[in-house]
């Protein structure tokens, strides 16, 4: 709903115009934003709304570009599942980056992948435009558990799951690696908790264990897991239970 022009909702929510809303959301310059209301292709709260310069407090706001629906996130959290075949890059070399799989709006905000999977790697990678959160979640001072699901080439056998229980030593590292928790689901299929995220961490330490990782997907990270209804290649914003979920442990 509009509301009057130089009315004060809270301290926090000061109001917006709606060119510095859409500009915001990652719908193009300030001008281009004029231009979309003006020709009537932005409605907000289910009414199409002509004025660029109408007020509207911004947290929340319902609002469509072309039919599509958005609310306003003062910052981007999302997660994204992530299919074999794409580099986390914004400049991949040579296969397309998961960047292709998010819309143009969410690119414009410069959102960045929370640490890296591998090309080959399926599985829960966030996504953000906050750079503490993404800072808090891949320092390895906040040890946030990710959890994979890692299905090896040969069978596990009790010999490997001690061995990453209580740490490899890999080349370049200078003390041996642990998993924070290491459970084998089925023969060939180990669950693996790891709290840093070091280049190709899981194949390294499963080599050094003596097996060699033939898929890899993350199923979790903090308590947050991929769910289930989420198919490959599809994204989705973070709601408040699920940012508060990363930070419980897995
Ligand atoms: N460890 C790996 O080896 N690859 C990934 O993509 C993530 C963790």
Same mark, same amino acid.
């Not at 023969?187 to 080599?207: F, I, P, S």
């Not at 290649?233 to 979920?245: I, Q, S, T």
């Given at each position: 709903?509009?509301?009057?022009?130089?009315?004060?909702?809270?301290?926090?929510?000061?109001?917006?115009?709606?060119?510095?809303?859409? @500009?915001?959301?990652?719908?193009?310059?300030?001008?281009?934003?004029? /231009?979309?209301? !003006?020709?009537?292709?932005?409605?907000?709260?289910? /009414?199409?709304?002509? *004025?660029?310069?109408?007020?509207?407090?911004?947290?929340?706001?319902?609002?469509?570009?072309?039919?599509?629906?958005?609310?306003?996130?003062?910052?981007?959290?999302?997660?994204?599942?992530?299919? /074999?075949?794409?580099?986390?890059? !914004?400049?991949?070399?040579?296969?397309?980056?998961?960047?292709?799989?998010?819309?143009?709006?969410?690119?414009?905000? *410069?959102?960045?992948?929370?640490?890296?999977?591998?090309?080959?790697?399926?599985?829960?990678?966030?996504?953000?435009?906050?750079?503490?959160?993404? @800072?808090?979640?891949?320092? #390895?001072?906040?040890?946030?558990?990710?959890?994979?699901?890692?299905?090896?080439?040969? #069978?596990? *056998?009790?010999?490997?799951?001690?061995?990453?229980?209580?740490?490899?030593?890999?080349?370049?590292?200078?003390?041996?690696?642990?998993?924070?928790?290491?459970?084998?689901?089925?023969? !060939?299929?180990?669950?693996?908790?790891?709290?840093?995220?070091?280049?190709?961490?899981?194949?390294?330490?499963?080599?050094?264990?003596?097996?060699?990782?033939?898929?890899?997907?993350?199923?979790?990270?903090?308590?947050?897991?991929? #769910?289930?209804?989420?198919?490959?290649?599809?994204? !989705? %914003?973070? *709601?408040? /239970?699920?940012?508060?979920?990363? %930070?419980? #442990?897995?």
């Amino acid at each position: 709903m509009r509301i009057g022009y130089h009315c004060r909702l809270s301290r926090t929510q000061t109001l917006m115009q709606l060119d510095r809303i859409l @500009h915001s959301q990652g719908f193009g310059t300030r001008k281009a934003c004029r /231009a979309l209301v !003006r020709h009537g292709r932005v409605s907000v709260n289910g /009414a199409v709304c002509a *004025d660029p310069f109408a007020e509207f407090a911004p947290e929340g706001l319902a609002f469509a570009v072309d039919g599509e629906a958005w609310t306003y996130r003062e910052r981007a959290y999302l997660m994204l599942h992530k299919p /074999a075949g794409y580099e986390c890059s !914004r400049a991949p070399k040579h296969h397309p980056g998961i960047f292709e799989l998010l819309p143009e709006p969410l690119l414009n905000r *410069d959102v960045q992948t929370v640490g890296r999977l591998d090309e080959d790697t399926t599985g829960l990678l966030l996504l953000s435009d906050d750079g503490q959160f993404i @800072h808090k979640l891949i320092s #390895p001072r906040h040890k946030t558990p990710k959890v994979y699901e890692v299905t090896a080439k040969h #069978p596990v *056998d009790d010999t490997q799951i001690a061995a990453l229980t209580k740490g490899v030593q890999l080349h370049d590292e200078p003390a041996p690696l642990a998993a924070a928790a290491c459970e084998r689901v089925s023969e !060939r299929v180990l669950r693996l908790t790891l709290t840093e995220g070091k280049y190709h961490q899981v194949k390294r330490m499963v080599a050094a264990a003596g097996n060699r990782v033939e898929a890899l997907k993350r199923i979790a990270v903090g308590g947050l897991a991929l #769910p289930e209804d989420l198919p490959e290649g599809e994204w !989705r %914003w973070l *709601d408040a /239970a699920d940012l508060a979920r990363l %930070w419980t #442990p897995a």
